[in-house]
């Protein structure tokens, strides 16, 4: 057919953008933000039994500068989020954030003077895992959930810009 | 009820005028006693043969704001001896119009950072503590949040919305 018959078999016609998120979701560089319990459930995750390397989101970055998915791991307390809203604000873009577990996603059950009802109140959340902590299946389902979404996002999608939660 | 443990009766001998009450209930031992001996009783409890108690493990307070009048708060202290297996209470009330009382780090190095907590929560003043501020939230924080009339839904967030 058309033009691939006369290339032969040695050449494949994409789309840029295509080819581009397909590389992108299948090799996110993670930064743990990670500040509580579900610190553990993370470890389960990423280690040899449910693996997140089999998706491509194996190698933890401790530089935001060099990681494009943020995983927020814990309770936020208001005393953090500053820290919080810098390092987003620190990594390059293209950039995700995943927010994982009850308490980074809504504050969970703690409704007080110490915690920040939801991460999405200072920064862009792409996916929410719920759980108290969440299964290890759940995170790996959000993972492929947003490789879903980076597969059909555009150049144009980009930059996307700081928090819009000014003040740091 | 049952009979008062050892601890009681050696402070009862020692200290007659400091202490307001005590009880003893199935070998739990509980003095209150005036918040202006606190130093004397600790220590005493500390160095004494037979006592021992070398080992500060919790320092904490009650706000009775509501349940009863004045004095309003209790500083708690919970001690143990490793040498004769012995736990003790000592209760020291403070009020509301004098909120301080005297710190025991002289003592317990340890109790530092129990009464930085202490302070930060509810805002107790202790007295001779070397670095008396906020140990957990910060310091553009308003208030002391353990407290009973610190409002329920009291937001002071460093960034982004009051949720």
């Known amino acids: 057919m058309g033009i691939e018959k006369i290339l032969g078999d040695n050449i494949i016609l994409t789309q840029l953008n295509k080819i581009v998120n397909w590389a992108r979701k299948y090799s996110f560089f993670l930064y743990p933000f990670i500040t509580a319990c579900c610190g553990m459930e993370f470890m389960s995750v990423a280690g040899p039994r449910y693996d997140l390397d089999r998706f491509g989101a194996a190698l933890p970055r401790f530089s935001p500068r060099q990681a494009d998915l943020m995983m927020v791991v814990g309770t936020i307390s208001h005393k953090q989020a500053p820290i919080l809203v810098k390092v987003y604000n620190q990594m390059a873009e293209p950039k995700w954030v995943l927010s994982y577990g009850v308490c980074a996603c809504s504050g969970g059950f703690y409704n007080n003077y110490a915690t920040v009802q939801g991460i999405d109140t200072l920064i862009p959340v792409d996916i929410y895992i719920p759980g108290c902590p969440p299964r290890p299946e759940m995170v790996l389902d959000g993972l492929i959930k947003l490789q879903k979404k980076v597969a059909e996002e555009r150049f144009s999608d980009w930059p996307k810009g700081a928090s819009p939660v000014a003040g740091v | ?163």
């Open chain 2, 1 to 163: 009820m049952s009979e008062d443990g050892v601890t009681i009766k050696r402070l009862r001998d020692k200290f007659p005028d400091s202490i307001i009450e005590s009880h003893s209930f199935r070998g739990d031992d509980t003095v209150i006693i005036k918040k202006e001996d606190i130093v004397e009783v600790c220590r005493f409890l500390r160095d004494e043969k037979g006592l021992a108690y070398n080992f500060m493990m919790d320092l904490t307070v009650v706000d009775y704001l509501n349940i009863r009048e004045e004095p309003r708060f209790e500083v708690v202290y919970h001690l143990y001896s490793l040498e004769h297996n012995h736990r003790v209470r000592i209760k020291a009330p403070v009020s509301e119009s004098d909120c301080s009382i005297d710190s025991i780090i002289s003592l317990w190095i340890g109790a530092n950072w129990f009464e930085r907590e202490a302070y930060d929560m509810y805002g107790i003043i202790f007295k001779g503590h070397p670095d008396i501020r906020r140990i957990l939230l910060y310091k553009e924080f308003k208030g002391h949040p353990l407290r009973k009339d610190y409002p329920v839904q009291g937001r002071q967030p460093l960034i982004g919305p009051k949720n």
